[in-house]
């Protein structure tokens, strides 16, 4: 890597250390948090800088002193607090060396000086905008020759290779394609992570297992696109990697503060990668509210109420805004940059390319030609099904046992994204052959890494892994006390 890259790691790593020591403690996605962090902070200033004004570098300054601050009032006011579960410090150091070699394999392609056509027409052009100040990126998000971009694509790979203009100049343009690849094993080492938290308090031999899986799953993530689409400056694989360590982290590892806020974290940076981010990570976060505040099926029944009872109802139902309040925090308080560049965009007057009219394919034909082309992208289904049986069947209880969430989770978060990317296959405007053909091996890297990285939590779940008990320990409750959004119990 150049001089000039290790500078940029800085200038994005730097300013998320401390948000993200204080979310993941010794958890070895510290390493991988703080990059990402730092990305989603330059999202959010490329945001400022497009509805006030002024910089980015400017808003980046801004937006990353708040945030240290507020991390640093947090600690200090927040006073003594349980610790958060964590493996040993050697099982930390283990998982990150492992993780960053799987990583390290692959980015080697870097070398060769890729530049993906989506690389060059939409996000470097992208990122000249941002880097050229706030009129020549309303200008030019607004100029219809440059609609073949995508104008209103989210901001966190622009803003990315814009920061790193701003620090080392736009000598060399190959920079911003390198952030991005880099930002991309950072999400992939934050799931690859969570599949190691899987073993993380369980046998020797299941930690291994576990830190095995991770290091696979890693690797697997970048060979399901391919080194073109990986180090080409595309965002499809980063935006997919985000929110599958949303999905990890929220709804497969046991319920705490500290997996929330993880998959929370993930899930923004995946909202403000792609559209499509922001959709997967709007389905994974529903599910992540449902997962944390459950429905209770026994109070949607409304009994007669006796006058003397009227006070207790007002308290229920009190109580019950007060919990579908908390729900909705959990959606939009992570989902916010996302959908906040969404409404500017419309605002701007922007929109998406590919509705802006009506297809003159029948709907039947475009639905019919979508599976034909997505079929050859999903063999793993049929494996990861099996599979799935096959552990309900024989490691059920050790799943339980280890708190870990139920496998309907991952699996409803994987249908209803693919169903959000077939309907809109079916709905959009162009083509529908030509745009199978220039994208479907794309929209669906999300599908794939989810089932690809199931695969790799039930082999970690099959050599014992996450379950304290397992150690013969006893598992460590959720800090309640400390962060109420943390729950004692799973399914």
């Not at 004004?53 to 801004?62: F, I, K, M, N, P």
């Not at 283990?94 to 799987?102: E, K, R, S």
């Not at 499509?276 to 599910?287: K, Q």
């Not at 024989?394 to 991952?410: I, K, S």
Request: glycine share 10%; charged share 10%; with cysteine.
């Amino acid at each position: 890597m150049s001089r000039a890259l290790w500078v940029v790691i800085a200038g994005l790593g730097l300013p998320g250390i401390l948000p993200a020591l204080a979310i993941a403690r010794r958890s070895p996605a510290l390493v991988f948090l703080a990059p990402l962090m730092g990305a989603g902070m330059a999202a959010v200033a490329a945001e400022l800088e497009l509805g006030v004004g002024l910089s980015l570098l400017t808003w980046y300054v801004v937006v990353a002193v708040t945030a240290n601050v507020a991390v640093v009032a947090w600690w200090l006011t927040a006073g003594r607090s349980p610790p958060l579960a964590s493996p040993p410090w050697t099982w930390s150091i283990l998982t990150m060396l492992v993780v960053l070699g799987a990583l390290i394999v692959p980015l080697t392609s870097l070398r060769t000086g890729i530049i993906g056509y989506d690389g060059n027409a939409v996000w470097l052009t992208h990122t000249l905008m941002v880097s050229g100040g706030h009129h020549e990126l309303l200008t030019g998000l607004r100029n219809a020759a440059y609609t073949f971009s995508n104008p209103d694509y989210p901001p966190l790979v622009p803003a990315a290779g814009a920061l790193a203009f701003a620090l080392v100049g736009r000598g060399d343009l190959r920079v911003a394609i390198e952030v991005t690849a880099l930002l991309t094993a950072c999400a992939l080492g934050v799931v690859g992570a969570g599949v190691a938290a899987v073993g993380g308090r369980g046998r020797p031999s299941s930690r291994i297992a576990a830190v095995v899986a991770a290091g696979a799953v890693c690797m697997v993530g970048f060979s399901v696109t391919g080194i073109y689409y990986a180090v080409g400056g595309y965002a499809d694989l980063l935006w997919s990697a985000a929110a599958v360590g949303a999905v990890v982290w929220g709804l497969v590892l046991p319920r705490s503060t500290q997996a929330l806020v993880v998959a929370w974290i993930c899930a923004g940076v995946a909202s403000v990668t792609k559209n499509e981010g922001l959709a997967t990570a709007l389905v994974v976060l529903v599910l992540i509210a449902l997962r944390y505040r459950p429905l209770a099926l026994s109070r949607l029944r409304r009994p007669r109420v006796q006058p003397e009872s009227r006070g207790l109802q007002d308290v229920a139902v009190g109580s019950a805004v007060r919990r579908w309040a908390e729900r909705a925090g959990f959606v939009v308080v992570p989902a916010l940059p996302g959908l906040a560049w969404a409404g500017l965009a419309r605002l701007i007057g922007l929109h998406n390319a590919f509705f802006t009219s009506s297809s003159a394919e029948s709907p039947v034909s475009r639905a019919r030609a979508t599976i034909h082309g997505m079929a050859p992208h999903l063999v793993v289904v049929p494996v990861a099904l099996a599979v799935l049986v096959a552990g309900c069947y024989f490691v059920r209880r050790d799943r339980e046992r280890a708190r870990l969430g139920h496998p309907a989770w991952l699996w409803t978060a994987w249908f209803l994204s693919l169903a959000l990317i077939y309907v809109t296959y079916v709905l959009g405007s162009p083509p529908i052959k030509w745009w199978l053909l220039t994208s479907v091996d794309r929209t669906t890297i999300y599908p794939q890494l989810v089932l690809y990285t199931d695969l790799a939590i039930w082999m970690a779940i099959a050599f014992g892994g996450g379950g304290a008990q397992a150690a013969g320990e006893r598992p460590a409750a959720a800090p309640v006390a400390a962060a109420p959004v943390a729950a004692r119990t799973d399914a």
